[in-house]
């Protein structure tokens, strides 16, 4: 099987030092290679440069294959420098081109900061997550977030809390919805995924005492699709449906804003989160964690997540060959 490409994210981040740390505990397993400029890698760091992909069979397990990607300056740990951030699209770019030319089996990216983006080369999509959608050319792309414990998809994601009842339509549910449970069965190996759909106010509304949204938006989207047949349950009130009984019973929430998913995936596991994006035409996973400027360069930064992020991305990959 092609390797997986490991996109470097923000060199100023703790993505260099987790990439280097999940080669060395991967050793053989780690089938990835790093695309990046190798000047940003930890000094102690054991890499070889590869000129393709397939090229990382050949190297020993333990060190860390990379494809070499021009930065225009070194990296200040935690402190993001504004010229290397054109550089960190380029290579998201750059691995979604490899992936789509069969060169990679899918890609692991490693955290960007979207401020520093927008600031520095005028990145105009919210994460990864809608770049990449753009860059596949597809319009709806799913993200959820896995951990042993629990999967989590956010309806709608990086947008304004203020904003959320008015993005939250019907076809977006419902897009949703289908989306998440054809990556269930594809990618999880769940025949009949059942999916709880959370309510967006305080006890699901509460018969429409705190809000509408419950009853006149979501109510009528799982009806229709259990009628079809999904497993569905909901709107349930959000503040019941993560305890480990409730868990027990489905096989992911399905919540109505960004931290209404993230909180308890991340309360519950952080270090072994994983970000996936359903519907690319290509596998994407990502750790659950960001640039972590505050410990980057320190050899602080667990790189449990990546690791997870780079075995769900390998396990995609094998179910889908
Ligand atoms: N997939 C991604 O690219 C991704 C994911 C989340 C956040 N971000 C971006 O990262 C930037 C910073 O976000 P944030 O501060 O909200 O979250 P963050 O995850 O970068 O940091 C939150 C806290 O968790 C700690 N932490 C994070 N990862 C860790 C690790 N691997 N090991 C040990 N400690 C770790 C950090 O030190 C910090 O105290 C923002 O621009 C955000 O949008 C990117
Ligand atoms: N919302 C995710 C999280 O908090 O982990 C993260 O920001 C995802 O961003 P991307 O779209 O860049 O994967």
Request: hydrophobic share 45%; charged share 20%.
């Given at each position: 099987m092609t390797p997986l490409i490991m996109t470097c994210g923000d060199p100023a981040g703790i993505g260099p030092e987790i990439a280097v740390k999940a080669s060395q505990a991967l050793g053989a397993k780690a089938g990835f290679v790093w695309l990046g400029d190798p000047a940003h890698l930890p000094d102690a760091a054991q890499w070889e440069f590869v000129d393709a992909p397939l090229?990382?069979?050949?190297?020993r397990p333990g060190v860390m294959p990379v494809l070499y990607h021009k930065f225009p300056a070194l990296a200040r740990p935690g402190k993001p420098d504004p010229s290397n951030a054109g550089a960190v699209v380029e290579v998201i770019a750059r691995?979604?081109?490899l992936v789509q030319a069969g060169a990679a089996s899918g890609i692991v990216t490693c955290p960007i900061n979207k401020a520093?983006?927008?600031t520095g080369a005028g990145f105009g999509f919210p994460g990864h997550t809608e770049y990449l959608a753009d860059l596949a050319g597809v319009d709806r792309v799913v993200m959820m977030l896995v951990c042993r414990e629990l999967r989590v998809v956010p309806v709608t994601i990086h947008i304004a809390l203020k904003d959320?009842?008015?993005?939250?339509t019907a076809a977006l549910l419902k897009e949703t919805l289908c989306i998440t449970r054809a990556s269930l069965i594809r990618d999880f190996g769940i025949a009949e995924p059942k999916l709880a759909v959370a309510g967006l106010n305080p006890h699901a509304g509460e018969s429409?005492?705190?809000g509408q949204e419950d009853a006149e938006?979501?109510?009528?989207?799982v009806e229709r699709l259990r009628q079809q047949g999904?497993?569905?349950?909901?709107p349930l009130p959000a503040d019941t449906m993560f305890h480990s009984a409730a868990r027990?019973?489905?096989?992911?929430a399905i919540c109505m804003y960004h931290d209404q998913a993230l909180i308890p995936i991340k309360t519950i596991d952080f270090a072994n989160g994983v970000n996936v994006t359903l519907g690319l035409p290509f596998i994407r996973t990502s750790p659950d964690h960001g640039t972590a400027y505050d410990i980057a360069g320190q050899n602080k930064a667990d790189a449990s997540s990546l690791i997870a992020a780079i075995r769900l991305a390998q396990d995609m990959a094998e179910r889908r060959r």
């Amino acid at each position: 099987m092609t390797p997986l490409i490991m996109t470097c994210g923000d060199p100023a981040g703790i993505g260099p030092e987790i990439a280097v740390k999940a080669s060395q505990a991967l050793g053989a397993k780690a089938g990835f290679v790093w695309l990046g400029d190798p000047a940003h890698l930890p000094d102690a760091a054991q890499w070889e440069f590869v000129d393709a992909p397939l090229e990382a069979q050949h190297v020993r397990p333990g060190v860390m294959p990379v494809l070499y990607h021009k930065f225009p300056a070194l990296a200040r740990p935690g402190k993001p420098d504004p010229s290397n951030a054109g550089a960190v699209v380029e290579v998201i770019a750059r691995a979604v081109k490899l992936v789509q030319a069969g060169a990679a089996s899918g890609i692991v990216t490693c955290p960007i900061n979207k401020a520093a983006l927008q600031t520095g080369a005028g990145f105009g999509f919210p994460g990864h997550t809608e770049y990449l959608a753009d860059l596949a050319g597809v319009d709806r792309v799913v993200m959820m977030l896995v951990c042993r414990e629990l999967r989590v998809v956010p309806v709608t994601i990086h947008i304004a809390l203020k904003d959320v009842p008015g993005r939250l339509t019907a076809a977006l549910l419902k897009e949703t919805l289908c989306i998440t449970r054809a990556s269930l069965i594809r990618d999880f190996g769940i025949a009949e995924p059942k999916l709880a759909v959370a309510g967006l106010n305080p006890h699901a509304g509460e018969s429409g005492l705190m809000g509408q949204e419950d009853a006149e938006v979501i109510t009528p989207v799982v009806e229709r699709l259990r009628q079809q047949g999904m497993k569905l349950s909901g709107p349930l009130p959000a503040d019941t449906m993560f305890h480990s009984a409730a868990r027990a019973k489905y096989d992911a929430a399905i919540c109505m804003y960004h931290d209404q998913a993230l909180i308890p995936i991340k309360t519950i596991d952080f270090a072994n989160g994983v970000n996936v994006t359903l519907g690319l035409p290509f596998i994407r996973t990502s750790p659950d964690h960001g640039t972590a400027y505050d410990i980057a360069g320190q050899n602080k930064a667990d790189a449990s997540s990546l690791i997870a992020a780079i075995r769900l991305a390998q396990d995609m990959a094998e179910r889908r060959r």
